[in-house]
């Protein structure tokens, strides 16, 4: 077939370009007739025909044109046959309403006939009432205030709701606090005990407490603002004025006050403390040091205290242990890490909570550990748990990180030495368990007479009067600094003696401050400095280069784990490593006094405890 490009005008490729292509159907008698003409054929008036008979050409300009004319004439019938289906969509589609709508008037006119069949309409028995007028508005708008129809509907009844609960509640608490033991009548209550000192187990007196619950008295407790206000009587402490660094910060002082506190969340206890502990975070309180902890925890006034045996009185309603009645120990957990470690401390600088300080107060049900019942202890033995607790996971570390370093020596050639205090007298028991030296400073008498019953080598502190350090003195006075030397010589002879002229192994020190420059003199190589707390100061200076080459760690850790709690418990029954019975019991009355003499150091025991209630 010859090409039909060659030779041709560009009108001609045009002809040919349309007759060849899909646009042009084969049924047409306009496109036939311009394929042949597009191919050179003859075409006649009639189209085109290849029968070989005689045909008149038509002029390739003229058949141009028709062809722009048909291609005008498609289009017009191709955008009307989009017009007539549009419209066949539309008409369809009105259909389709038409039709949900009827079946909508069907089943409406169904069920007001159903209605009238058994004489109901809206719910009242009466005559068939009229239908509705209705409503002509645009759906869009009708859904629009159905929709806040049923906001204000449904918000009113939560409303009503929360009002009948905040009733039922207060009513709940009178008619269950109702029956509760007053705090003056506890005959029964006391069956086992002498004088409020528990000589036995917990387990009878738990059990006179559920006999004697019986007596009826009027409930510590009162409605406020439609929530149930729980009162009770407390040691409280207001924030101080703004500290600045100008002015050394204003020590603050307990008042004894009225204090309330809001109902029992699911799951918290309802708990009464029997004996607190005065720990070392009461001090930092009182004396708002390193901070203002009201301050810090944006609360006008708080009650403190974190370490204490509690009674539970009651609690929420997802809690389901401890039992009511049971005496528990309080871990003083406010918030925990992902690890169980305490980042914020109960009754301390975690907000909201409420410490034992107080004769009624609530806490976590997950915050409690039970005494053992049985438990071969005493109840005031059980009371000294915090430092236990506190000392059982710092000598966990530093043991093992003693150990890594020399893993094939024996104990018995190395000194763990201590300055005095009670987390210091619990761990270096631990130590003498594990084979080591140990020996501990105190200054009284009776102090030292203790240590050395526990089998502890004691070391009298006033053989060294002039031990804390002070940079500024030292460089200003000469006869403090010839004092100061004096008795840093005197220090380091009595560890060179103990330890065998090694130095000391592992050096517990929770004081840190005006003695941290001693304590550093004496500690050997690959030593250990443990530390719990900073009582004296928590700004510490180190030399790298020497802590380095003389492989000298540095254990810090605060409290314990909380998955321990139970673990440490245990092991105190097991292996009788619970602190003596203490001697000096401050009363409720006199927490104000017990926290002067603990500062001034009058306190002769290393385990100051408070009543708060009898037992």
């Not at 169980?340 to 976590?364: H, N, Q, S």
């Not at 001693?518 to 790298?544: D, E, H, Y």
């Not at 080459?549 to 440490?568: C, G, M, P, Q, V």
Request: charged share 30%; net charge positive.
């Amino acid at each position: 077939m010859p090409n039909p490009f060659l030779n041709r005008s560009e009108t001609d490729r045009h002809v040919h370009s349309y007759a060849e292509s899909d646009r042009c159907p084969r049924g047409d008698r306009f496109a036939e007739r311009h394929r042949f003409a597009a191919r050179g054929a003859p075409i006649g008036q009639r189209g085109g025909c290849e029968d070989g008979r005689a045909r008149e050409r038509v002029p390739r300009a003229q058949a141009a044109g028709d062809l722009r004319a048909h291609e005008l004439s498609a289009g017009r019938r191709r955008r009307a046959e989009g017009e007539d289906r549009r419209a066949a969509f539309a008409a369809e589609s009105r259909s389709r309403v038409e039709r949900v709508r009827a079946r909508a008037r069907r089943a409406a006119a169904r069920r007001r006939r159903h209605e009238a069949s058994v004489g109901r309409v809206h719910g009242h028995r009466s005559r068939r009432a009229a239908a509705p007028p209705r409503d002509h508005r645009h759906r869009a708008d009708r859904h629009r205030d159905e929709r806040r129809r049923r906001v204000h509907r449904t918000r009113g009844l939560r409303k009503q709701l929360q009002r009948r609960h905040r009733q039922r509640r207060g009513q709940h608490l009178v008619d269950r606090r109702a029956d509760l033991r007053a705090h003056a009548d506890l005959s029964e209550a006391r069956a086992g005990c002498d004088g409020g000192r528990r000589r036995g187990g917990t387990g009878d007196a738990a059990a006179a407490l559920k006999r004697s619950a019986r007596a009826t008295r009027s409930p510590p407790f009162a409605i406020h603002r439609g929530l149930v206000m729980i009162t009770t009587e407390a040691w409280v402490l207001y924030a101080g004025p703004e500290q600045t660094k100008k002015h050394e910060p204003v020590p603050g002082e307990l008042r004894r006050e009225t204090f309330q506190f809001a109902d029992l969340e699911d799951d918290e206890a309802l708990v009464e403390p029997l004996y607190g502990s005065w720990e070392a975070n009461l001090d930092h309180a009182l004396s708002r040091n390193p901070v203002d902890i009201c301050r810090q925890r944006g609360e006008e006034k708080i009650v403190l205290g974190n370490g204490a045996l509690v009674r539970v009185v009651d609690r929420g309603r997802g809690a389901k242990w401890p039992e009511i009645g049971e005496i528990c120990m309080v871990m003083p957990f406010g918030k925990r890490d992902q690890y169980g470690f305490a980042e914020l401390v109960y009754a301390y600088d975690a907000p909201g909570t409420i410490g034992v300080m107080a004769r009624r107060t609530k806490i976590r049900a997950d915050n409690l550990v039970p005494v053992p019942k049985g438990s071969r202890h005493s109840l005031l033995q059980w009371a000294t748990y915090g430092r236990y607790f506190t000392a059982w996971d710092n000598w966990k570390v530093a043991s093992k990180c003693w150990r890594a370093q020399l893993p094939d020596v024996d104990p018995a050639d190395y000194l763990v030495f201590g300055w005095g205090g009670g987390t210091t007298l619990a761990e270096l028991q631990l130590a003498k368990r594990e084979g080591f030296r140990v020996a501990m400073t105190a200054s009284g008498d009776k102090r030292l007479a203790d240590i050395e019953k526990l089998g502890i080598t004691p070391v009298d502190r006033r053989r060294f009067p002039h031990l804390a350090y002070d940079e500024a003195r030292y460089r200003s006075d000469p006869d403090y600094q010839a004092n100061y030397r004096a008795s840093e010589s005197a220090f380091a002879e009595i560890i060179g003696e103990l330890s065998g002229g090694r130095g000391v192994a592992i050096f517990l020190d929770n004081l840190g401050g005006a003695l941290y420059r001693a304590t550093m003199r004496v500690v050997g190589r690959t030593g250990i400095v443990a530390t719990v707390g900073w009582k004296t100061g928590m700004r510490l200076w180190n030399l790298r280069a020497t802590e380095c080459i003389n492989r000298r760690l540095h254990i810090h850790t605060h409290a314990w784990r909380y998955d321990d709690s139970e673990a440490i418990r245990d092991f105190q029954e097991s292996s009788d490593w619970v602190g003596p019975e203490p001697t000096e019991i401050y009363g409720f009355d006199d927490v104000p006094a017990l926290a002067s003499d603990y500062v001034t150091g009058k306190i002769k025991t290393y385990f100051p405890l408070y009543q708060v209630n009898p037992v």
